[in-house]
């Protein structure tokens, strides 16, 4: 079945400068050598032979204002300007009781905010050796960290002092780390990065009450750098600079693309899904997901997707 679209398109006549082109394609878009180091979890089924259970179409495509948000304003007060970071903040991150919220920076720094007064209560210089570009919060009190510099750091805050240290650092990846999502329960850990790859870690009790992330294994599929993930249920979406959108299913440990979105004329930078409230409650078969994407052609994508309850 093929993809069915209706969109609508706003132009936006506004380009980001070249030397931010220019570092932008340096950081994400350049696409190294492939992962072959993790083993695949993908099926041998392409998407196409997937079609015959699910199926998919383009909702709405639009683009958005050219504003840059530059402060926060609540009941018509300027409460903060965030200029605490001295380079571009790649990434944000609410504690799951949102009281906190964590931001990650090129200048290598990550941050805690408290999120009653904007206070920023900590902030970890040189947390990586490189850029950092993502960052994801566990429901677990874990928070982790990717970077250019190919590691993800995990952090968790002490509960005496209420600062971050340092717990682990994995390292699988052969190229710089772009986005990280994690499941909704805190075991399962998805990075990607321009090496092509989604590796899949997932929690492992070692004893003790100690907890690991080992390595699962890899989703491939995407021809170039990933450079955004959402998890939505069992979910698991994709964006990358082969301006397409890859939508995994995991059951059982063994993944499968169920679709890939194509639409975008440029590299898909950022991604959100969520279920669709406007399904039938009483359809008990069928399952209805909406994902959002947002691409450096000045775009944002929704999607929708219908997949078998397997409840």
């Given at each position: 079945m093929g993809i069915m679209e209706r969109h609508q398109t706003?132009?936006?006549?506004?380009?980001?400068?070249?030397?931010?082109?220019?570092r932008m394609a340096d950081s994400y878009l350049s696409s190294q050598r492939s992962l072959q180091s993790v083993p695949s979890l993908t099926s041998s089924k392409s998407h196409h032979q997937e079609n015959n259970y699910h199926h998919h179409c383009l909702v709405t495509?639009?683009?958005?204002?050219?504003?840059?948000?530059?402060?926060?304003?609540?009941?018509?007060?300027?409460?903060?300007?965030?200029?605490?970071?001295?380079?571009?903040?790649?990434?944000?991150?609410?504690s799951p009781d949102e009281s906190l919220l964590y931001s990650v920076s090129w200048d290598r720094t990550l941050k805690v905010w408290r999120t009653t007064d904007f206070k920023c209560?900590?902030?970890?210089?040189?947390?990586?050796?490189?850029?950092?570009?993502?960052?994801?919060?566990?429901?677990?009190?874990?928070v982790y960290t990717g970077s250019?510099?190919?590691?993800?750091?995990?952090?968790?805050?002490?509960?005496?002092?209420k600062k971050l240290s340092l717990v682990a650092t994995l390292e699988k990846h052969n190229s710089g780390i772009n986005a990280l999502a994690i499941s909704d329960d805190g075991s399962v850990l998805y990075s990607g990065a321009s090496d092509r790859s989604i590796v899949v870690?997932?929690?492992?009790?070692?004893?003790?009450?100690?907890?690991?992330?080992v390595v699962l294994g890899?989703?491939?599929?995407?021809?170039?750098?990933?450079?955004c993930l959402s998890v939505v249920s069992d979910l698991v979406c994709s964006g990358s600079a082969d301006k397409t959108v890859r939508v995994w299913r995991g059951v059982e440990r063994s993944y499968s693309c169920l679709?890939?979105?194509?639409?975008?004329?440029?590299?898909?930078?950022?991604?959100t899904a969520a279920i669709d409230r406007v399904l039938d409650d009483d359809d008990d078969h069928e399952l209805s997901y909406l994902v959002y994407s947002g691409g450096l052609d000045c775009e944002v994508k929704v999607w929708q997707i219908s997949v078998p309850n397997l409840l």
């Open positions: 706003y132009h936006l006549h506004r380009h980001l400068p070249d030397h931010d082109h220019h495509s639009f683009t958005p204002h050219s504003s840059y948000i530059s402060s926060i304003t609540v009941a018509g007060k300027l409460k903060s300007t965030w200029v605490h970071h001295v380079d571009t903040v790649s990434g944000l991150a609410l209560l900590e902030s970890v210089r040189n947390a990586h050796d490189d850029a950092i570009n993502s960052v994801a919060a566990s429901s677990d009190g874990h250019t510099d190919k590691k993800i750091k995990v952090w968790r805050r002490n509960l005496e002092d870690w997932e929690r492992k009790d070692v004893g003790e009450g100690q907890n690991d992330m890899a989703l491939r599929g995407h021809s170039k750098a990933i450079l679709a890939v979105f194509q639409g975008h004329t440029g590299p898909v930078k950022c991604l």
